[in-house]
């Protein structure tokens, strides 16, 4: 089979699953079609999506005049796969030339953003625009347990298939956390992610620490609120991507409060270190959780149940560092080898 992936820039977080694919052997080729390599904000945070395909076996189109993408669909059996149907113009104008060879289409999709529009805005929109599509598209890699909802909802003629975001694998290098339980938040200050919630949830606890890796617009207001709270709180400020994976083996839990998050690729990276996680309802990586025993989910923007969450934490501080061989074990089934042969298991059927 040939695999054509249709992205609005590159992935670093389809990149683990994909490499994988091209070592397929039911994969003939496969090539990553691109019309950027990288968003400016992503580069500000330290990505460099150049040099990460570059030690890879994936061939990148980037910028194909029209042509090429026609050569590209004019083969037989082959698959394409869009990051979402009308989310980018040029990934929307490869998607519609699909549909004049007799290619089997896909899309990759988070669930729609609901953080400033309700979900009925987002079903009136695409009945309104995209639902004419449905029947050129065979199935749909909805990432996370909203999207997949959401996108059976649409129509019961594709397949949905539930699907996550996937990291580069870190081997842990430092030993067990010491001393009081540790706590971290590492993404962007915005409301969005709604870091303010931990601050809150955490007066009046003893024997914790809590570490936040990033900048945004609410940084102030979040030191102004830490020190209303009597919150002793380390602000460490934005770190290059590479840093990230040290910082997380000194702490015990990853907290992700979001609002919304239709993954939250912070998440693999933690576990894939072993640590355990709190995330809200509204992150999709929730769905990645063994309750209890690899984190919790907690009632969105609900500080007493935050709360509760973070005591249990602290009760069960020797077990959460117990248990970080086994669940960087356990972890084995969400990295990339795993999710490439679930994806070749799913187009196949």
Known sequence: MRLLFFQNCVSPHQIPYIKELVLTPKVEELFLIVPRYDYNERKNMGWDNRLLVSSTAIKIIYQPKKDIIKKLLNKHDTYCFFSGIRADKDVFEWLKESLNYPVKRYIITEPPFTFNKPLWMHYIRFFLQDYKFVKYIHGVFAIGEDAVKYYKNISRKWKVFPFQYVTEHNERTKGVAKGDL????????????????????????????????????????????????????????????????????????????????????????????????????????????????????????????????????????????????????????????????????????
Request: net charge positive.
């Open 182 to 349: 540790k706590l971290l938040f590492v993404g962007n200050l915005c409301k969005r992610k709604n870091v303010t919630i931990v601050i809150e949830a955490l007066k009046g606890l003893n024997n914790l620490e809590f570490t936040i890796v990033g900048n945004g617009e609410e940084k102030t207001n979040l030191k102004k609120l830490a020190q209303e709270c009597k919150i002793t709180v380390s602000f460490l400020g934005a770190k290059d991507m590479k840093e990230i994976p040290s910082i997380m083996q000194e702490n015990d839990v990853l907290i992700l409060p979001s609002l919304h998050d239709g993954w939250g690729a912070v998440v693999n990276e933690a576990m894939d270190l072993g640590l355990y996680v709190i995330v809200s309802n509204r992150c999709g990586a929730r769905t990645m959780l063994d309750k209890g025993i690899t984190g919790e989910v907690f009632i969105s923007n609900n500080i007493k149940s935050l709360r509760g969450s973070i005591v249990h934490c602290l009760e069960i501080k020797d077990d959460i560092r117990k248990r970080i061989k086994d669940n960087i074990q356990s972890f084995d089934k969400f990295r990339g080898k795993s999710v490439a042969k679930y994806f070749i298991n799913c187009i196949e059927k």
